[in-house]
C-alpha cells in the first residue's frame, strides 16, 4: 500500500515537471517564431539600426541611451524596438536567450532591400517602393519568401543547439 503510494506520488510529480517542462518549451517555441519573423523582417529591409539596437541591448549590455547616441536615433526609439522583443518573449531573460541564438543565424540572410536615394528597390520582383511600405510589401507580396526564411533560421537555431 505505502509502495503504491509513493509509486503514485512520483508518477504525478513526474507528471506535473513533464507538462510544465512541455509548456514552458511550447511557450519558448512560439516566441522564437515571433521574435524570428520580427528580426527577419528587420533583416530582410535592410533595417541594420534596429537589428544593432536589439543585439547591443541584449546580448552586450549597452543602455538605450548609448545606443541611441551611436546611431543617431532617439532613445525612445531604440527603447521601442527592445520592448517589443522583450514584450513577444515575455520576459527579458527569455529575451535574451533567443537572441544569443537567432543573432548570428539572422545575420547570415540576405537583405532583399536595396536602399537607393529616397527609394527602396525590392530584389525579388524588381519594384520601388518607399521605405516606410517596406515591410508591409514583403508581408503581402513575398509572404511565402519570408516563411521559408524564418523556418530556415529556426531549423538552424535548434539544429544548433543540440
Ligand atoms: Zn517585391
Redesign the pocket.
Known amino acids: 500500500m505505502v509502495e503504491y503510494r509513493v509509486t503514485f506520488a512520483i508518477s504525478s510529480m513526474l507528471f506535473i515537471l513533464f507538462t510544465s517542462m512541455s509548456f514552458i518549451a511550447g511557450v519558448m517555441e512560439d516566441a522564437i517564431t515571433v521574435i524570428a519573423r520580427y528580426m527577419v523582417m528587420k533583416r530582410l529591409i535592410n533595417d541594420v539600426i534596429t537589428l544593432l539596437a536589439v543585439k547591443e541591448y541584449l546580448l552586450d549590455g549597452f543602455p538605450p541611451s548609448v545606443i541611441a547616441f551611436k546611431y543617431k536615433t532617439s532613445k525612445f526609439k531604440v527603447r521601442g524596438h527592445i520592448q517589443r522583443i522583450i514584450d513577444k518573449a515575455g520576459n527579458y531573460r527569455i529575451a535574451t536567450k533567443i537572441l544569443e541564438r537567432l543573432y548570428p543565424l539572422l545575420m547570415s540572410v540576405e537583405p532583399?532591400m536595396l536602399r537607393n536615394g529616397g527609394r527602396m528597390l525590392?530584389?525579388?520582383?524588381?519594384?520601388y517602393?518607399r521605405p516606410s511600405d517596406a515591410e508591409s510589401?514583403?508581408r503581402k507580396?513575398?509572404k511565402e519568401f519570408v516563411n521559408a526564411v524564418v523556418h530556415k533560421v529556426i531549423m538552424a537555431s535548434s539544429v544548433k543547439e543540440v
Open positions: 532583399v525590392c530584389t525579388l520582383c524588381n519594384t517602393i510589401h514583403l507580396k513575398h
